[in-house]
């Protein structure tokens, strides 16, 4: 299938490649307006079979899945700053999805304040470090599922975003814990889990490395941000 690229494919290319995924609703309330549903599928549907997009059905096919093909990937190549490492894959597309419904939350379809800055970790993971703001540390041997940067008159922050679906050794949470007491550039971790006792045994490794005295480690739960997004509460921290 041959089909005419867009500006507003590029555009839907761009989104995916900055996030890994993206999924056929958001798609459409982003780039689709006073489109029809079916519309907006139905263009993802052409650019798949013409080999710029694949799709991922999860949740037993409730939820599809967009993720770019490398013919997409090429065609948005060079309207990338420079790259240390060409890629565009997901390796978890269900990871990934709550990685951009956290991280974007509210502003999932714009209206995102001034001053407030989002990098993603396929971003921290391709960008040379030249091209981030002072504020995301450079030589961190972490590398978190995305930052959020907010820079105000008072102060500004990074806030580090960590999302646990499978469980890692206590020796990997040792190792990760080390690496953010020893980088003072970030100033807050929120770690989304699927269960408090998961948070529990977490925010308790962090106490026996002694890592937790600068306090930055904060828990929530994936159920409740499922159920009520960025109004779910920190259960540990601060």
Same mark, same amino acid.
């Given at each position: 299938?041959?089909?005419?690229? @867009? ?55 409730? +939820?599809?899945?967009? @993720? ?47 001053? +407030?800055?989002?990098? @993603? ?94 306090? +930055? ?22």
């Amino acid at each position: 299938l041959r089909v005419e690229i @867009t500006p507003r494919d590029l555009k839907v290319f761009m989104f995916i490649w900055k996030w890994k995924v993206a999924p056929t609703a958001l798609i459409w309330r982003r780039y689709f307006p006073g489109v029809k549903p079916f519309r907006c599928y139905q263009r993802l549907w052409e650019l798949m079979h013409a080999g710029y997009l694949n799709r991922h059905d999860e949740r037993a096919g409730d +939820i599809w899945l967009w @993720t770019l093909s490398k013919q997409g990937f090429d065609l948005i190549r060079s309207s990338l700053p420079d790259l240390k490492e060409d890629g565009f894959k997901s390796e978890s597309p269900v990871h990934d999805l709550y990685v951009l419904a956290v991280q974007l939350g509210d502003w999932a379809l714009g209206g995102k304040p001034d001053g +407030i800055i989002t990098v @993603t970790e396929q971003q921290l993971r391709r960008y040379e470090a030249s091209n981030f703001p002072a504020k995301v540390p450079r030589y961190f041997s972490r590398r978190p599922d995305g930052y959020w940067l907010i820079e105000s008159n008072s102060r500004n922050l990074t806030l580090a975003l960590e999302i646990e679906i499978s469980r890692k050794s206590e020796q990997e949470y040792k190792d990760i814990a080390h690496a953010y007491f020893y980088e003072k550039l970030v100033d807050s971790v929120f770690w989304f889990v699927p269960s408090a006792s998961r948070a529990e045994w977490l925010h308790g490794i962090l106490n026996e490395t002694g890592a937790s005295a600068r306090a +930055i480690h904060n828990f929530l739960l994936l159920p409740d941000f499922d159920k009520i997004g960025w109004q779910a509460k920190i259960i540990l921290g601060r």
